[in-house]
């Protein structure tokens, strides 16, 4: 089959064209010489060649079947790229083991062995059969990937703590691979161009992300490793609670939309990563949390007593950076809409 739609032809293209640059850019120019970042361009890699088959299948008029067996081999080594991408940098692996090397030596001898073998150009019923065995073999991998990031996962979904850029970005490459492949399951029995333009979309996605994050130089850095030490000694927790306490009161830190864990850490003369865990350990909470505390107590108090002040104006005096952050954070604390909370006053 092929498409003579101009616009989908040059979406799909220029998303395989931008991929080839951004994996060679990684793997032989990237500066930091990080070994998650040359995962990370053989992950692309991989990707950009299988897509680019796909492309050429769809749009070009003459078929090369070895171009299309190159295209299947790539996408026999997608899952392993994926899972090792994402372990390494999890990990903050500064080399790649001899375990890991002879893991993919031995998928990358498989595929191309089969393919001497078995070569596409006078074997396609077999490479028809066997593109269930690449499949299988890519959504097993995303599967092992999907348990290397749990703990990113539980700090999402529990807000124990604020997830790094990094981290975010782990979890986005890992569910536009997930998009990909179901795309291309879907595709395989429906219409074989969704594989192709996810990948497009995927791609876009993410570079909208890593553009839009303020710190997206922390990306391809490593992930700040978690504090090493338990729960602080509770005399110790005790007294920087108290302190903690008193000086957000005094200095009324919550009402600074843009207030950030390391200033009130600067304040109290300790580390960022000793605040952090003396709210998740000692006091259970995230920092957003505990600094919406403080904002909901503001904002009830004014809610009581000011009655000629907006609720809009109210959200913006007890700290909240928005109305509608105002109205959802309220709504979760206490049940009740700002207005709703203020009928019972007046």
Not at 78 to 90: A, D, N, P, R, T
Not at 124 to 147: D, N
Not at 222 to 238: G, L, Q, R
Not at 251 to 268: G, P, R, T, V
Request: aromatic share 18%; charged share 20%; with cysteine.
């Amino acid at each position: 089959m092929t498409f003579d739609n101009s616009i989908l032809f040059f979406f799909c293209s220029l998303g395989v064209f931008n991929g080839f640059l951004v994996s060679m850019y990684f793997l032989f120019f990237e500066k930091g010489k990080r070994i998650q970042n040359k995962l990370f361009g053989f992950l692309v890699l991989m990707l950009s060649i299988r897509i680019g088959k796909s492309v050429y299948s769809l749009f070009s008029e003459t078929k090369d079947l070895l171009i299309m067996q190159i295209g299947l081999s790539a996408c026999f080594l997608i899952g392993v790229s994926l899972f090792y991408y994402l372990k390494s940098s999890v990990e903050n692996k500064k080399k790649v083991s001899v375990v890991w090397k002879i893991h993919v030596f031995t998928l990358f001898l498989i595929i191309t062995i089969t393919g001497i073998v078995k070569p596409y150009r006078t074997n396609i019923e077999f490479w028809r059969s066997f593109v269930t065995v690449i499949y299988t073999v890519w959504g097993v991998y995303i599967l092992f990937s999907a348990s290397v990031l749990k703990n990113i996962y539980k700090k999402i979904v529990n807000k124990s703590s604020n997830c790094s850029t990094s981290e975010l970005w782990l979890v986005a490459v890992f569910l536009g691979n997930v998009l990909i492949y179901l795309a291309y399951l879907i595709g395989y029995f429906w219409m074989y161009f969704l594989g192709t333009l996810a990948f497009s979309l995927v791609f876009y996605g993410l570079l909208f992300f890593f553009m839009s994050k303020k710190n997206r130089d922390t990306i391809f850095k490593d992930i700040p490793k978690k504090y090493v030490s338990k729960k602080i000694e509770n005399n110790e927790a005790e007294k920087l609670i108290l302190e903690l306490r008193e000086l957000v009161k005094k200095k009324q830190f919550y009402k600074n939309s843009n207030i950030k864990l390391k200033d009130i850490a600067k304040e109290l003369n300790i580390s960022s990563h000793k605040l952090s865990q003396l709210l998740n350990d000692n006091l259970g909470k995230s920092f957003a949390l505990f600094i919406n505390e403080y904002r909901i107590i503001e904002a009830k108090k004014l809610l009581k007593e000011e009655t000629k002040i907006t609720l809009e104006a109210i959200g913006y005096e007890a700290g909240f950076s928005s109305k509608s952050t105002f109205y959802s954070t309220f709504k979760r604390f206490t049940g009740k809409t700002p207005s709703e909370y203020r009928k019972d006053f007046f």
